[in-house]
Nanobody, 129 residues
Framework: QVQLVESGGGLVQAGGSLRLSCAAS????????MGWFRQVPGEEREFVAA????????YYADSVKGRFTISRDNAKNTVYLQMNNLKPEDTAVYYC??????????????????????WGQGTQVTVSS
């Protein structure tokens, strides 16, 4: 069983920054791509960013490209999401998730929540205007 625990959310003013962390249990962390999603109540879960198992490839939603950076430290079993120049529309619960297939990261699947098998509990990010 894999556990994912997010941290780092909070309240920040527009233009500010936050760094989210997602700590994973298990010994196969580096074998799997990881993703960040976000969700606003009443809306579907939205893809934010994904990173390959080695960290060599990253992908971003257009809405966050140039402002957010996903990274990972496989020695610490942790994936990060650095969020800069935050906007009120970034307000959401942010979740990290693990791709359900080891070694895979594809444009066709990385944005689909049902292609991830383990999820964290989420961390709230609120951006005030």
């Amino acid at each position: 069983q894999v556990q994912l625990v997010e941290s780092g959310g909070g309240l920040v003013q527009a233009g500010g920054s936050l760094r989210l962390s997602c700590a994973a249990s298990g010994r196969t962390f580096s074998s799997f791509a990881m993703g960040w999603f976000r969700q606003v109540p009443g809306e579907e879960r939205e893809f934010v960013a994904a990173i390959s198992g080695t960290g060599g490839r990253t992908y971003y939603a257009d809405s966050v490209k140039g402002r957010f950076t996903i990274s990972r430290d496989n020695a610490k079993n942790t994936v990060y999401l650095q969020m800069n120049n935050l906007k009120p529309e970034d307000t959401a619960v942010y979740y990290c998730a693990r791709d359900r297939i080891p070694g895979r990261i594809t444009i066709a699947t990385m944005g689909l929540p049902n292609e991830y098998d383990y999820w964290g509990q989420g961390t709230q990010v609120t951006v005030s205007s």
